[in-house]
C-alpha cells in the first residue's frame, strides 16, 4: 500500500506529466539515523548530500514501456514449443510455440476430429500432457478417436459381419495405453457445464495441477457464451482474448475448433471463410484449414492434347495455412494421406508406420505402405 508521499508523489508527476519531472530517493538512514524525508536528509546528511540527491534525482519512468534495447531478442527456433508430426507441416512452420492461439476450420467431414487426436498423439510423444473440451462428442467417443492412430495398425483386430469389415482396437493395448497414458489426458467431462468461466476454471485448474501444455476447444459453437444475438460477435472476440490471455499467462498451446461459414460448394477456404467475428483470425497466431480431397481432384483434368489443365492430387486432405503470425508464411498448403483403419493422418511411409511409445514390442517386418503415386 503506498504511503501519503508516494501518493502525493504519483498525483504530482500525472499533473505536471512524467517527461518534465524526476523524483529523489530518500536513503533509509544516514549515520544510523532513520530517515523519512529531505528535512531529516538535511538534518543528518547536510546540504552537501541534499544538493548531491537532487542533482542525481531519476527520472520518472513510462510504467507502459520497455525499451529497445532491454528487450530479449528471441528467435522462434528458440522458442519452446510443441511440432505437429507431420513432416513438411513441422518443416515451414518448425513449432507450435507456447503461449501461442490457433485455430482449426474445415467444412464437416473433412477431418478435423482426427487431425486433432493425431496432434495430441504427438503431443503425448514429447510428454506434454493435454486437456481437451470436446462437447460434441461424448467422452467415450472422445477417447476412441484418439485410441485409433496410438494403436496403429499393428494393435487393430479385425472383424467381419453383415458382409462388411471394420476394425477395433484390441483390447490389450486399449489396456496398455490406459496404464501408459493415465493421468496425461484430462478430457472435459459431457456433464459439466458449458459456460466460459466454467471451461476457463477447468483449464487452470488442470494446467496448475497437471501441468498440461495442449489445450483444445472442439468447438466454438459448443461454448455457452452468454450471449443475445445482438452481442454475439462481441462475445466471441472476448472468449478469443481470454484464451489468449490464458495461452500467454501459463505458456500453453490452445487449439480453438471454428466451423466455416455456409458455402455454396465445397471448395478450399479463406480466412474469410471462417464462421463469427473477424476478429477472432486477426488475433489468432496461426490459422489452419482442412480440405476434403474430391475424386474429380484426385483425377485431374486434361485438355484435349492430353496435357494437364489440372494436375491431379494424390493426397487425402490438403491442410492451408491461412495465417501464420510466425513465420508469415500464409497460404501455405501441405497434403496429408489418411488412414481409414487408424485414422491417422501421415505424409511419409516412416509416419505411417510410426510406433508410439506405449507400444513396446520389436517389430521386424515393416508395414506395406498403401500409397502409391497415380502418375
Not at 138 to 148: H, Q, R, V
Not at 288 to 294: I, P
Request: some cysteine; proline content about 3%.
Amino acid at each position: 500500500m503506498m504511503n501519503l508521499g508516494q501518493k502525493l508523489q504519483k498525483d504530482i508527476i500525472y499533473r505536471l506529466g512524467s517527461w518534465r519531472t524526476k523524483f529523489v530517493e530518500i536513503p533509509h538512514e544516514i549515520n544510523g539515523h532513520k530517515t523519512k524525508d529531505i528535512n531529516e536528509v538535511l538534518y543528518w546528511g547536510g546540504k552537501e548530500m541534499v544538493s548531491h540527491l537532487i542533482l542525481n534525482a531519476t527520472e520518472t519512468p513510462v510504467n507502459s514501456i520497455i525499451d529497445y534495447s532491454e528487450i530479449q531478442d528471441v528467435d522462434l527456433d528458440e522458442l519452446d514449443g510443441m511440432i505437429l508430426g507431420i513432416e513438411e507441416l513441422d518443416k515451414a512452420l518448425m513449432k507450435i510455440p507456447f503461449g501461442s492461439f490457433n485455430i482449426v476450420t474445415g467444412v464437416n467431414g473433412t477431418g478435423k476430429s482426427s487431425f486433432l487426436s493425431q496432434i495430441m498423439c504427438n503431443a503425448l510423444e514429447q510428454d506434454l500432457n493435454i486437456w481437451l473440451y470436446s462437447k460434441e462428442l461424448p467422452n467415450f467417443m472422445a477417447k476412441n478417436w484418439l485410441n485409433y492412430p496410438l494403436a496403429g495398425r499393428r494393435n487393430l483386430v479385425t472383424y467381419n459381419k453383415n458382409n462388411s469389415t471394420y476394425f477395433k482396437v484390441d483390447p490389450k493395448a486399449k489396456k496398455q495405453m490406459d496404464n501408459f497414458y493415465k493421468g496425461r489426458v484430462h478430457i472435459y467431462k459431457d456433464e459439466a457445464d458449458n459456460d466460459i468461466d466454467s471451461i476457463l476454471q477447468s483449464m487452470e485448474d488442470s494446467v496448475r495441477k497437471f501441468g498440461d501444455k495442449l489445450l483444445i476447444v472442439d468447438n466454438l459453437t459448443a461454448v455457452d457464451l452468454g450471449n443475445t444475438e445482438e452481442s454475439r460477435w462481441d462475445k466471441q472476440t472476448e472468449f478469443i482474448k481470454k484464451l489468449i490471455s490464458f495461452a500467454k499467462k501459463f505458456n500453453v498451446v490452445i487449439f480453438l475448433v471454428i466451423h466455416p461459414h455456409k458455402m455454396d460448394m465445397v471448395r478450399r477456404m479463406n480466412i474469410m471463410d471462417i464462421q463469427g467475428s473477424m476478429s477472432m483470425t486477426d488475433l489468432a497466431h496461426r490459422c489452419f484449414s482442412l480440405y476434403r480431397v474430391s475424386k474429380q481432384d484426385k483425377e485431374g483434368i486434361k485438355n484435349m492434347k492430353g496435357g494437364w489443365v489440372k494436375e491431379p492430387i494424390p493426397y487425402d486432405v490438403i491442410v492451408d495455412v491461412l495465417k501464420d503470425r510466425f513465420t508469415g508464411k500464409n497460404g501455405l498448403s501441405v497434403g496429408m494421406y489418411y488412414d481409414y483403419q487408424t485414422r491417422r493422418f501421415f505424409s511419409n511411409e516412416t509416419e505411417f508406420n510410426y510406433q508410439y511409445k506405449w507400444d513396446t514390442k520389436v517389430y521386424k517386418d515393416k508395414l506395406e505402405y498403401p500409397i502409391k503415386m497415380p502418375y
